[in-house]
């Protein structure tokens, strides 16, 4: 009868699983990174006088549709690298598309409270950086015209030429994050311990013969999802201190 070593099967398993999981390297990219964390659009007069077609609305003395919206947002370097001028080939731009046209926007620094924003055509705000270092961030909010049918907020066009510098990453506000452990931690140890009982036979009487070696199977596929679950979890908590980073960072936090 041939023998086998479930010892080194079990290992071997683990081996393969770890080899999975840890064996696809992500790609380095640039060390500037930039991203733009937005808050729900709000609709100002829409819902107001939608139905009073006698009201017109007046923006500086000019006369605008009823379609008015509300833009906030953070643009955050989130990068490794700080951002100078001098690596500001073309500035960042951001762009509406057609049927939108801008009002106001503001961006300015908790820092200095200067106000960085730009409109330069009724679609187009140029943001300017100047130097712009990790962790720091621009609050950004705009008032935009809605023509007709038009969605209360179109897809922004985020564009730049900054050296070292990917493309803009377009993320909303992130909530506070809950802990992994709360949610998979009593699942993990009720399979780790249905695991370890099938793989070291911890029965009474002992496990033997055919019943021991599909033990010895089950139990190491449980421990093989459960090192799995493991790696989620993992993965969950250097997100969410991403996550907590980024909101402190904005001061959405208190504590």
Known sequence: MLAIDWWSLAIGVIGVVATI??????????????????????????????????????YKDE??????????????????KDITKEMVEKPLTIELADGYRWLEASAKSPLDGEDRAKITDPKTVVLSLGLFRCNEFLRYEALIEVSEGKRPAGKLGIFHRIADTGAVDYESVPEKPKSPWKEYGFFLVLMMYFGSTFLFNFHDPPWTGTVRTVGIVVGIVVFSFCFLVTCLVVSLLRYNRKIRRIRRILNLDSD
């Open 21 to 58: 999981v840890f064996g696809i390297v992500k790609k380095r990219g640039y060390p500037g990174r930039l991203t733009y964390f937005y808050e729900p659009a709000i609709r100002l007069l829409d819902d107001v006088t939608g139905n009073l077609p006698q009201i017109a609305v007046r």
């Open 63 to 80: 006369p605008v549709r009823k379609n008015l919206t509300l833009l906030r947002a953070f643009l955050v370097n989130t990068g490794s």
